[in-house]
């Protein structure tokens, strides 16, 4: 079991920045691929960014440049270091750990992000 705690949401204004933070409790955090998710309000829940043990990462498009995932194995944490941030990307952001392959994951609870004047 796996239990996810994200950090750092709040209200910026655009092209500020924001750093998530996503605690995993639980052993085993660095065989974990974690990744960050967001939903907006009537949309689907989308892939931001992702992190393998190996340290492969992957980006959707429209936030290339802009963020970057990392992860401290060591103190069981990934994070989104957000910056240049739109008024699109508001949404609530989600952690997720995945195991085995991804047969087997867990969610956080979610954070809000607002990027507004």
């Not at 992702?50 to 290339?64: A, C, E, F, H, L």
């Not at 750990?97 to 087997?104: L, N, P, T, W």
């Given at each position: 079991?796996?239990r996810?705690?994200?950090s ?19 052993s ?16 689907e829940?989308?892939l931001?960014?992702?992190?393998t ?12 440049g ?25 949404a609530v ?11 087997r ?13």
């Amino acid at each position: 079991q796996v239990r996810l705690v994200e950090s750092g949401g709040g209200l910026v204004q655009p092209g500020g920045s924001l750093r998530l933070s996503c605690a995993a409790s639980g052993s085993f955090f660095s065989l974990n691929t974690m990744g960050w998710y967001r939903q907006a309000p009537e949309k689907e829940r989308e892939l931001v960014a992702r992190i393998t043990p190996g340290g492969s990462i992957n980006y959707q498009d429209s936030v290339k440049g802009r963020f970057f995932i990392s992860r401290d194995n060591a103190k069981n944490t990934a994070y989104l270091q957000m910056n240049n941030l739109k008024p699109e990307d508001t949404a609530v952001y989600y952690c997720k750990a995945e195991q085995f392959g991804g047969s087997r994951y867990y969610w956080g609870q979610g954070t809000q992000v607002t990027v507004s004047s």
